[in-house]
Every structure is written in C-alpha cells, then in structure tokens.
C-alpha cells in the first residue's frame, strides 16, 4: 500500500509538472511555432497517459481497499463458521 501510494504521488507530481516543462518553453520561445508545434503534442499525449496511469493506480488502490476488507471480515467469520461446523 506504502509503493501504491509512493506511486501515485510520483505521477500526481509528474502529471503536473508536464503540461509544459519550462524547458521546452524555452526552446519553443527561441526557435520558431514549428518547435511549439512539436512540442505540445507530445506533452499533451504525455499528460493523457499520466492521468489514465493516475486513474489506474486510484482505481487499484480502491479494489486493494476493498480487497482487504473482505479478507478481514472473512477472518473474524472463520472461527465462528469452524466452531458451527464442529
């Protein structure tokens, strides 16, 4: 749970940091729109695949939460179902 949380904190800062890097700005405002216009392309694309990797990772982190309330709930009823059985 700790690395699911590491991660998405590394993509939530990368995810903003990414629209446009300051150093692309600075190529693209010396050289011409043609470098702009490669630029931001690929740095939108950049920003899609971080916020589905984000949604992704939210997304585990909700069925891993899940998934671990069922465990403990099923170990508390374990005993109880052992001693009915017996």
């Known amino acids: 749970e700790i690395k699911s949380l590491e991660a998405e ?6 995810l903003r940091k990414c629209a ?6 600075e190529k693209a405002g010396s050289n011409s729109e043609q470098n ?6 690929r740095s939108a694309s950049l920003q899609n695949e971080l916020e589905r990797a984000l949604k992704h ?4 982190r909700t069925e891993n939460h899940e ?3 069922q465990l403990e709930y099923l170990n508390k ?3 109880l179902w052992q001693e009915k059985a017996n």
């Open 77 to 79: 009823e374990l005993p």
């Open 9 to 14: 904190l590394r993509t939530a800062e990368a």
């Open 57 to 60: 990772l939210q997304t585990y």
């Open 20 to 25: 446009l890097p300051s150093y692309s700005q």
């Open 67 to 69: 998934l671990k309330k």
């Open 36 to 41: 702009l216009d490669k630029v931001l392309p």
